[in-house]
């Protein structure tokens, strides 16, 4: 299983964050999604899905992945 760190930018509530998970979560090979509202922070664990993907994702739930590790 690999772990990935994104920075998202827009997000501002708790709302923000239950649409990052939701759009993150449908992501196939996604395991789980774990979001730091203060600092901006999205890590995703599982294993198969591509940065493109989970941009994408963020994208559909209104945000913009800034940088990813």
Avoid: W
């Avoid at 239950?18 to 196939?28: K, L, T």
């Avoid at 294993?47 to 992945?65: H, L, N, P, S």
């Amino acid at each position: 299983m690999s772990t990935k760190n994104y920075s998202v930018e827009g997000m501002t509530c708790e709302h923000c964050v239950s649409s990052v998970v939701e759009e993150i979560s449908e992501v196939p090979g996604t395991q789980g999604v774990d979001v730091d509202l203060e600092n901006g922070r999205v890590v995703v664990t599982g294993e198969g899905f591509t940065d493109e993907q989970i941009a994408a994702a963020v994208e559909t739930a209104g945000y913009k992945v800034l940088s990813d590790n």
